[in-house]
């Protein structure tokens, strides 16, 4: 069986069209659509530790990666109820924990797969083009200036300061989880699993780029004020991008299995 | 077949491909010759891994042999 990413484009613009048509008052149904994709991207990582069970190294990475991926489905699904049907400030709140917890299992998860492709002592620059290392940088700058140099408000109180900050640090993580997939990519050259790893990249910069400006207009999209709260988009179609990658790689490995039964 | 051989495409299948396909590996070594396991095994690598790393990992095997 052929995951179609075609199906997958088409559920991103189905729930992209009621976010775009929808009238602010029905923002609540959009919101509670969303929270399907963080679960779904989980669901997915679950299948893939299933595929490759918990004593070899993939199976390990993938359940760390998984477990970052269930904080931020929980921290998505606070940060809905906070707002939604409590009518609380979401921020600064315990889904801000969620989601800055889910950060460093991410990271692990995502070095140990670069550990695994790249065994021995490696300098991501002897690795990778220098353009990849440019645009690195580049992020990493705005992330300094918004996620963290503008993030600070000398008026908030220490916490709300701390979990500001936190997001921009975790981002600055992301990008170097990045430069570690992206130089999977280039070890694995034209095979299937630099693919996978392609789709996965393609999530993590979605989600650096909705953090990115998030940061910025996170006032905005709070009040649910068009069109900052499309930032959900991205993140959605990051959830999306990394679901696909898992899912697809799941099914990839069980044809495997299969011609293998038939040899 | 070498023991060592067997242990190590079970090591290589585990890591990337997961136990179940490693499991259904093991399967083939009763009645298949070394040369088709070898070239089977070349084949599968190559689509997952590439070129490249797939003869890196072929030529770590071709050691046992």
């Keep these: 069986m052929k995951l179609k990413f075609s199906l997958f484009l088409f559920i991103f613009f189905l729930v992209s069209s009621a976010y775009v048509l929808g009238v602010e008052k029905h923002a609540i149904i959009n919101q509670t659509l969303f929270l399907i994709f963080p679960i779904f991207a989980t669901l997915t990582g679950l299948l893939a530790i299933k595929t490759y069970s918990l004593n070899n190294a993939t199976g390990k990475s993938l359940f760390l990666i998984t477990t970052g991926l269930f904080f931020w489905a929980v921290g998505e ?20 924990g969620f989601f800055i917890l889910g950060y460093p299992f991410i990271v692990i998860g995502l070095y140990k797969e670069f550990k695994k492709a790249h065994p021995k002592p490696t300098s991501l620059h002897r690795i990778l083009p220098v353009s990849y290392m440019l645009i690195a940088l580049l992020l990493t700058a705005i992330v300094l200036y918004f996620g963290v140099y503008s993030a600070y408000d000398s008026t908030a109180v220490f916490l709300n300061n701390m979990i500001a900050i936190s997001y921009g640090i975790g981002d600055l993580f992301l990008i170097i989880n990045l430069l570690f997939v992206l130089s999977m990519i280039q070890a694995y050259g034209g095979g299937r699993l630099a693919t996978f790893w392609k789709a996965i990249i393609l999530g993590f910069l979605l989600f650096l780029v909705a ?53 | 077949m070498n023991t060592l051989f067997q242990k190590d495409i079970y090591e ?41 790393k797939a003869q890196e990992e072929i030529d770590k095997l071709k050691k046992y042999l």
């Design chain 2, 12 to 52: 290589l299948f585990l890591k990337y491909f997961g136990r179940s396909t490693a499991e259904a590996y093991v399967g083939l070594y009763a009645d298949k010759s070394e040369d088709f396991i070898l070239l089977s095994i070349t084949e599968l690598l190559t689509e997952y891994l590439g070129k490249e």
């Design chain 1, 211 to 263: 953090d990115i400006i998030f940061a910025i207009y996170n006032i905005e999209y709070t009040e649910n004020i068009k069109p900052y709260i499309y930032i959900d988009l991205l993140w959605m179609a990051g959830y999306l991008s990394l679901a696909y990658a898992l899912l697809d790689n799941c099914l990839y490995i069980h044809k495997v299995k299969k011609r293998i039964q038939q040899l």
């Design chain 1, 77 to 96: 699904i606070v940060w809905y109820i906070f707002k939604n049907l409590l009518n609380i400030d979401p921020f600064p709140s315990i889904a801000d």
